[in-house]
């Protein structure tokens, strides 16, 4: 059963520390993407990758948030240095295909919580 | 620019009843609509999608949902409700211009289910 991993699930961290999330794509999907969900704003696109070229950054923080894919089995998003507003649930997803009707599967997300 | 509007954050059906969540989109091009559950701490699951073809599209768990283009909505049903429905539900419509296909999602609306 492929399923999209992400670690750590729960982070809690202090403002100004330098937070790392992980995501295992599933594997031989070529569209890996990072949201985050925030009771006020929902689900946001932050970035994503195909065949782990960044495509579209623009939801993110740049002056503080980084998102690389080091290999097509690694996704990463980093936050430094983090803020109390950056608490939230993040979920990387990844999908297969280059056309828009194809579905994007979810991992369990990462619960970042800033003190 | 595509949009998503999900009318109601919260619904609550009896067990049994019918359950009706409203989703309406805006789109200058044909679009691709979705429907994703989200069952509490976990990430998202695809319930449904339509793309093409028929209207009336069929998804997992006894939902559906109906392309209605007259009306821009996508209104997802169920036609008895059980308690394990109770989750949140996001409609989401595809923004394909060019190859990207990256999903814009509505905010979310939470299913009750009363015994």
Redesign the interface.
Known sequence: DARVTQTPRHKVTEMGQEVTMRCQPILGHNTVFWYRQTMMQGLELLAYFRNRAPLDDSGMPKDRFSAEMPDATLATLKIQPSEPRDSAVYFCASALRDRSDYEQYFGPGTRLTVT | AQSVTQLGSHVSVSEGALVLLRCNYSSSVPP?L?W?VQYP??????LL?Y?TGATLVKGINGFEAEFKKSETSFHLTKPSAHMSDAAEY?CAV???GG?????I????TKLSVKP
């Open positions: 691709y979705f994703y701490n976990q990430g998202l699951q695809l999608k793309t996001f595809s923004n394909y190859s990207q296909g990256n999903l999602f509505g905010k979310g």
